[in-house]
């Protein structure tokens, strides 16, 4: 099968040319697109994967209705361009390159930092309209200076070390990096409002989020030094630049430097752009030879192993997944996948919740993937989209169906074991799966009761008095509709008491037959189940 790859933004060749060389994969390069939504819509209803830089609107809009299109890269680290939620929704798997470009954004934010302290950009156009002025250009030397870095994630982390290695102090915030960790470093932790009154240089990088929007605004401008230059290559927004166009007219910032826009690419006649005391740069953080090789190349790579060997890595709305992981999870998946499957064609009222509890050897595995396929199969029937392992938990939760797992590595019954509780408005039902010479699923518990069923194709559930010749009704019943029993498995309780049975049929009964069954007093009731055969995967299964 051939899987259409479609190329939106400038990607370096080296990546281009790994893409042309998957067998299987057509490459479609066509940069247009990018600029034209409704194109871009059209091309990807053709398309299996796509990959982009920051130039690529995926919006909501763009993305809706593509049952074709599996996977997103971002050549890249931003996936602001992406609206990840709809991917989510529809079961589009969203990958980025996040190390690819790090040096090159952190050597560059080093360029726009030391263009500002010594005024580079205003001192080459002096030069080069004919004038020869030494006075004009007066700088400030880094060492001895303070650095605030909001956000010391990768790009972050390696500004603040060449940072250092200039003589500077460096200080900084970041929720996810713990005081002592950024001791290790050599950073001091603060607050913002500490790090604003501290700093001579002060440089963003985080994502643009509700949180992180104006960053750095009017309170925060206030609260800074009046020599303080401030730098932006993250994010256009992070910076509120109407804010910052005011306190350099007003002295209270001595300078800026800005490479990211909001949106982009920016109006030619914006203030901070014409402002003689900013810097600016056309979003060229991750424009580098280097860096682009870096990206493209990983983007490829992301892109052919996952289309072509079901590989995820890098990605951004589900967990990561490489083939020998898959390998090692297929059958938990295909069980979870079943159990779902069943739960959902249970007698029951509406779902509340789910709980997956893993035990022994299947807990030291992904079960987050095996959770989800579990959500998978619980729901495929009821929707109308495709639910997959990347949209599984999102639909469920977006259903108020709240799903969650335990796990324990002691083995209970079983040397490995998946059981799942399913609470609706009327109880929790209660199934559990396990694996079989390692290679069968077998259906072990069915509410209290213990049992060994195969879990596929039609299985008739009937739960009954544990009676003489009880047995041998349900099977003459079967054979009277004409329906050849494949296996039958009984869990009881105690002798005589309540119990459960599983038939494996080959074919499913017609009603007739079930009603045959309700006669019979000792029959308190039963129900078909429909699995897929043996060895039948789902879709996303099928690498
Ligand atoms: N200009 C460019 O061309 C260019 C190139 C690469 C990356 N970027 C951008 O730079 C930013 C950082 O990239 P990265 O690779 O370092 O990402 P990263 O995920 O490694 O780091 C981001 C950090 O920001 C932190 N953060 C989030 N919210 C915060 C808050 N409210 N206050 C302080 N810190 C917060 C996170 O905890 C994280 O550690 C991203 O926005 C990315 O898109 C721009
Ligand atoms: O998020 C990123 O990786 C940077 O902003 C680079 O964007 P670009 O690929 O469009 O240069």
Redesign the pocket.
């Known amino acids: 099968m051939s899987h259409r790859v479609l190329v939106t933004d400038k990607l370096a060749e080296e990546g281009l040319a790994i893409l042309k060389a998957e067998p299987g994969v057509e490459v479609v390069v066509d940069t247009k697109l990018a600029k034209d939504p409704a194109a871009l819509k059209e091309a990807l209803r053709e398309a299996d994967g796509i990959a982009i830089r ?1 130039g690529t609107q995926l919006t909501a809009d763009v993305l809706e209705g593509q049952p074709r299109l599996k996977a997103i890269v971002r050549a ?5 361009n992406i609206d990840v939620p709809a991917a989510t929704r529809q079961g589009i798997v969203v990958m980025n390159t ?2 690819g ?2 040096t ?2 952190a050597e ?1 934010t080093m360029a726009l930092m030391l263009s500002l302290a010594r005024n580079v950009p205003r001192a080459n156009d002096s030069l080069k309209s004919g004038k020869w002025d030494r006075n004009a250009f007066t700088g400030s030397e880094l060492e001895g200076k303070t650095l605030g870095v ?9 500004v603040a070390r060449r940072a250092q290695g200039f003589g500077m102090t460096v200080i ?6 713990s005081a002592e960790k950024a001791q290790e470093h050599g950073i001091e932790s603060l607050r ?1 409002e500490e790090i604003w009154p501290r700093a001579d240089f002060i440089t ?6 509700p ?2 929007r104006d ?1 750095i605004g009017a309170k925060a401008l206030a609260a800074m030094k009046p020599t303080v230059r401030i730098i932006n ?3 256009g927004g ?1 910076v509120d630049e109407a804010a910052l166009v005011e306190a350099l007219n007003a002295g209270k910032v001595a300078g800026a430097a800005i ?2 826009f909001d949106p982009e690419p920016p109006p030619g006649d914006l203030p901070v752009i014409k402002h003689p005391k900013v810097v600016v740069t056309p ?5 580098t030879e280097e ?1 682009q090789v870096s990206v493209a190349v990983e983007a490829a790579q992301l892109l052919c192993n996952f289309l072509k060997r079901g590989q995820v890595k890098f990605a951004v709305n589900m967990p990561a997944l490489d083939r020998a992981e898959l390998q090692d999870v297929k059958l938990y998946l295909d069980m979870a996948w079943r159990l779902g499957m069943l739960h959902a064609q249970m007698d029951r009222g509406s779902i509340r919740n789910a709980r997956l509890i893993y035990r022994g050897e299947v807990a030291a595995k992904n079960t987050k993937l095996i959770t989800a396929s579990f959500a998978a199969g619980l729901m495929e029937s009821s929707l109308d989209e495709p639910v997959n392992l990347v949209n599984a938990m999102s639909l469920a939760r977006s259903r108020g169906i709240e799903i969650e797992e335990s796990s324990a590595e002691a083995p209970g019954d079983f040397g490995t074991m998946v059981q799942t509780e399913v609470t609706t408005e009327r109880k929790t039902y209660v199934a559990a799966g396990t694996l079989f010479g390692k290679q069968f699923i077998r259906l072990v518990r069915l509410g209290s009761y213990l049992l060994d069923a195969h879990m596929d194709g039609t299985l008739l559930v009937f739960t009954h008095h544990d009676r003489p010749g009880l047995i041998g009704f349900i099977g003459r019943t079967m054979g009277d509709h004409g329906v050849n029993i494949a296996q039958m498995n009984v869990g009881r309780e105690a002798p005589g008491g309540e119990a459960i049975g599983v038939v494996n049929l080959d074919s499913v009964p017609p009603p007739e037959a079930l009603s045959a069954l309700g006669e019979n007093p000792n029959v308190l009731s039963s129900s078909v189940i429909k699995l897929p055969e043996r060895g039948a995967l789902p879709p996303w299964l099928q690498l």
């Open positions: 920051s890249g680290v931003g996936v602001d996040p190390g470009n790090t090159s954004t560059h909001v956000g010391l994630g990768r790009v972050g982390l390696a900084g915030y970041d929720p996810l990096l913002l963003v990088h985080t994502p643009l989020t949180e992180t960053i290559c993250a994010r992070l490479d990211v979003h060229l953080g991750a424009s860096a």
